[in-house]
């Protein structure tokens, strides 16, 4: 199983003082021992690098780089990547969702990804799962 990490997701559980941080750590135990992949951008990879950096420090930066970005496959953004998630940025209309959210959506539709680990509501608001294996069980 593949799901696609967005940048709530990774700052959760990277912070333990997150609100959603236990949440984060089960979801990921979860997909850890039920061989799930995590899908992302790296359009995520620096949002979620300048929020550690930003609320937490560098020490939490250098955490991060090492133990969990080895374990995500990253979608590394190109001319197209970002053109099409400005396009669904603009056509939306709402500037309420971001950048980084509306590349995710893209991503997630063209890989067919059902699940995410995020705690954005804007994903739900797109007809995506939000993960929630310790509260549901298993999705597969």
């Given at each position: 199983?593949?799901?696609?990490?967005?940048?709530?997701?990774?700052?959760?559980?990277?912070?333990?003082?997150?609100?959603?941080?236990?949440?984060?750590?089960?979801?990921f135990?979860?997909?850890a021992?039920?061989?799930?992949?995590?899908?992302?951008?790296?359009?995520?990879?620096?949002?979620?690098?300048?929020l550690?950096?930003?609320?937490?420090?560098?020490?939490?930066?250098?955490?991060?780089?090492?133990?969990?970005?080895?374990l995500?496959?990253?979608?590394?953004?190109?001319?197209e990547?970002?053109?099409?998630?400005?396009?669904?940025?603009?056509?939306?209309?709402?500037?309420?969702?971001?950048?980084?959210?509306?590349?995710?959506?893209?991503?997630?539709?063209?890989?067919?990804?059902?699940?995410?680990?995020?705690?954005?509501?804007h994903?739900?608001?797109?007809?995506?799962?939000?993960?929630?294996?310790?509260d549901?069980?298993?999705?597969?």
């Amino acid at each position: 199983m593949i799901v696609y990490a967005d940048t709530s997701g990774l700052f959760a559980l990277m912070v333990r003082d997150d609100f959603m941080h236990v949440r984060a750590q089960l979801n990921f135990a979860h997909l850890a021992s039920h061989d799930g992949r995590l899908l992302t951008s790296s359009y995520v990879l620096l949002e979620t690098e300048s929020l550690l950096q930003r609320r937490v420090g560098l020490a939490a930066v250098a955490d991060f780089q090492l133990k969990i970005q080895p374990l995500l496959e990253i979608i590394w953004v190109d001319a197209e990547w970002h053109g099409r998630a400005m396009q669904r940025l603009l056509a939306e209309g709402n500037r309420a969702l971001s950048l980084v959210d509306c590349l995710g959506f893209e991503i997630m539709e063209s890989r067919d990804l059902e699940i995410a680990l995020a705690f954005d509501r804007h994903f739900e608001e797109k007809g995506f799962t939000i993960a929630a294996f310790h509260d549901l069980g298993s999705y597969g």
